[in-house]
């Protein structure tokens, strides 16, 4: 198995763990759910000639908020819909952009598709095998770091019995999905894996104390409560170790 071959299963393996946790915490989709995703990469392998890079951003800039609304209808599960488009993104777009570089003895129907998708297309014609290849692995590593890395990281806190109550919400250890607590600290956790993950692979190691420091400047008062200080540090630790690990590991590769 080839490098880019293998960053590309990593790259499309990382939104099934949250797909497949969207799917038990809202049972029902089924059926109707694997139709509507096959609708994408069905369209995206149409005999479809685009005469310019131009045409192809406006195509997709159009197709990805009409699929994801469509989805949404379908299912009734924004979330699952939004992780749905999210790995056929991943598993379409460098398919079209890679094309035989990325795995030997791919679907000869397949490729056929593909190249005549891509025939005419600047912005395709204008990307060489190792630009590919660093895509692949520098884009596994932002998917992994921002999106793959915060369900697990939350189902092991609750599992383990480390997830306290939040402000606001003393009644129960599990505050719900439109609580803006667990909302904010979500996106928070994506800005500060992406950004300490940029840094490690600039070589910019000292500055993520700064980064650390500015979460810690935010739970200040909170910090006094034992408990959440204990479970803000735990969850940084794992955050922050499983990003620069990840940063190790691209870096060896790339």
Not at 29 to 35: D, E, H, I, T, V
């Amino acid at each position: 198995m080839t490098a880019p071959y293998l960053s590309y299963a990593l790259l499309v393996t990382i939104p099934l763990p949250r797909i497949l946790m969207h799917l038990r915490r809202y049972p029902g989709p089924g059926l109707k759910a694997l139709a509507a995703a096959l609708v994408y990469p069905v369209v995206l392998l149409l005999p479809l000639k685009i005469e310019s890079h131009t045409g192809l951003l406006i195509i997709l800039s159009a197709a990805v908020p009409i699929y994801h609304i469509l989805l949404i209808r379908m299912i009734r599960n924004q979330h699952l819909a939004a992780s749905l488009l999210l790995l056929l993104n991943l598993v379409t777009i460098p398919a079209v952009f890679g094309r035989p570089e990325l795995v030997s003895g791919f679907s000869d129907f397949l490729l056929s598709r593909l190249d005549n998708l891509a025939a005419a297309n600047l912005a395709v014609a204008a990307v060489s095998p190792g630009e590919i290849e660093a895509f692949l692995f520098y884009g596994m590593g932002i998917m992994l770091v921002s999106v793959g890395l915060n369900d697990p990281i939350a189902l092991f806190l609750k599992r383990s019995h480390l997830m306290p109550g939040f402000a606001g919400d003393s009644s129960s250890p599990n505050p719900a999905p439109a609580d803006p607590e667990p909302a904010r600290g979500r996106i928070i956790g994506y800005l500060e894996r992406g950004i300490i993950l940029v840094l490690m692979l600039s070589g910019n190691i000292g500055a993520i104390g700064f980064v650390l420091a500015a979460k810690g400047i935010t739970r200040f008062r909170q910090l006094d409560d034992r408990d959440f200080a204990e479970y803000v540090l735990i969850g940084t630790l794992l955050s922050v170790g499983a990003t620069m690990l990840t940063g190790v590991v691209l870096s060896a590769f790339v």
